[in-house]
């Protein structure tokens, strides 16, 4: 039913950009009331989270290694979120996900999130 699919992954240069989509499909709920993050996960380290958002034109949470370089935004018409990532080093490399809750109070990003895609790799070369 509730799908999340991601894409844009790439191998790209150091210093290159690279902009992430993440399509919502099947959800009950109006889009603008789900919360939102991005994690990324690389071999033999622990998932971590980039950034979420409390809803889609709400407020934005960065983790410090990509605070001043990564980016969101959203298209409503298209229920898409999108990941702009600009001035990538090596250590972006990684698998990365998005993820929803249902957050309708739009207060805070969710602690737990129930929807999950199935990530898109970016690869980033020296």
């Known amino acids: 039913e509730e799908q999340l699919v991601e894409s844009g992954g790439d191998l790209v240069q150091a210093g290159g950009s690279l902009r992430l989509s993440c399509e919502f499909s099947g959800f009950t709920f109006d889009f603008d009331d789900y919360g939102i993050g991005w994690f990324r996960q690389a071999p033999g380290k622990e998932r971590e989270e980039v950034l979420c958002i409390t809803n889609p034109d709400g407020v934005t949470r960065y983790a410090d290694a990509v605070k001043g370089r990564f980016t969101i935004s959203s298209d409503s018409a298209k229920h898409t979120v999108y990941l702009q990532m600009n001035s990538l080093i090596f250590e972006d490399t990684a698998r990365y996900f998005c993820?929803?809750?249902?957050?309708?109070?739009?207060?805070?990003?969710?602690?737990?999130?129930?929807?999950w895609g199935q990530g898109t790799q970016v690869t980033v070369s020296a």
């Open positions: 993820a929803a809750d249902w957050n309708p109070l739009r207060s805070r990003c969710p602690k737990q999130y129930t929807y």
